[in-house]
T-cell receptor
Framework: SQTIHQWPATLVQPVGSPLSLECTVE??????LYWYRQAAGRGLQLLFY??????ISSEVPQNLSASRPQDRQFILSSKKLLLSDSGFYLC?????????FGPGTRLTVT | GENVEQHPSTLSVQEGDSAVIKCTYS??????FPWYKQELGKRPQLIID?????GEKKDQRIAVTLNKTAKHFSLHITETQPEDSAVYFC????????????FGTGTSLTVIP
């Protein structure tokens, strides 16, 4: 069966520091991969999605970037965090018709 | 692009009553409609979905209905229990041609014991 991992589970970072969140998927090949952000008590904001290695689509302008170095690995990065980057970051994968979320990373920027 | 609207934003029901959450979508190309349940601090979990070739789908106490003509779909929870309390999100996708899932803004359901 398919499994999706995210780490770290929680992270506290100062403003201006870099960020790297990693997501890996097991048990499936060539999935679509997604990064969402969820502010406290809010909905799901799509940040990036990828249909293959090296293929990244960005949904909103921001100081974040994403990369997909391997088929089942998706990385979210920032060179300098802002206070507004705080939130719950969810990686998700999909094959035609279904989408599943990873356990998430709770990021607090101080 | 697709626009998904979800109502109500909050819903309180007495234990044992039914709850209904409604979503509308704009893109007739959408043909897959999942519903997610998100408990506090947890990831959204897929609870039921429906494809456009089906009008209704049921799984124990939850059901989803789809009206393609009107472009709306609904989640029905019967005999609600306190553990049904959570935020529910609807979504729409064109699963065979598109890559994106478009989410509603969520409904916070509270079941009062």
């Amino acid at each position: 069966s398919q499994t999706i991992h995210q780490w770290p589970a929680t992270l506290v970072q100062p403003v201006g520091s870099p960020l790297s969140l990693e997501c890996t998927v097991e048990g499936t090949s060539n999935p679509n991969l997604y990064w969402y952000r969820q502010a406290a008590g809010r909905g799901l904001q799509l940040l990036f999605y990828s249909v293959g290695i090296g293929q990244i689509s960005s949904e909103v302008p921001q100081n974040l970037s994403a990369s997909r170095p391997q088929d089942r690995q998706f990385i979210l990065s920032s060179k300098k965090l802002l206070l507004s980057d705080s939130g719950f970051y969810l990686c998700a994968w999909s094959v035609p018709g279904e989408q599943y979320f990873g356990p998430g990373t709770r990021l607090t920027v101080t | 692009g697709e626009n998904v609207e979800q109502h109500p934003s909050t819903l309180s029901v007495q234990e044992g009553d039914s709850a209904v959450i409604k979503c509308t979508y704009s893109d007739s190309a959408s043909n897959y409609f999942p519903w997610y349940k998100q408990e506090l601090g947890k990831r959204p979990q897929l609870i039921i979905d429906i494809r456009s070739n089906v009008g209704e789908k049921k799984d124990q106490r939850i059901a989803v209905t789809l009206n393609k003509t009107a472009k709306h779909f609904s989640l029905h929870i019967t005999e609600t229990q306190p553990e049904d309390s959570a935020v529910y999100f609807c979504a729409a996708s064109a699963w065979n041609t598109g890559n994106q899932f478009y989410f509603g803004t969520g409904t916070s359901l509270t079941v009062i014991p």
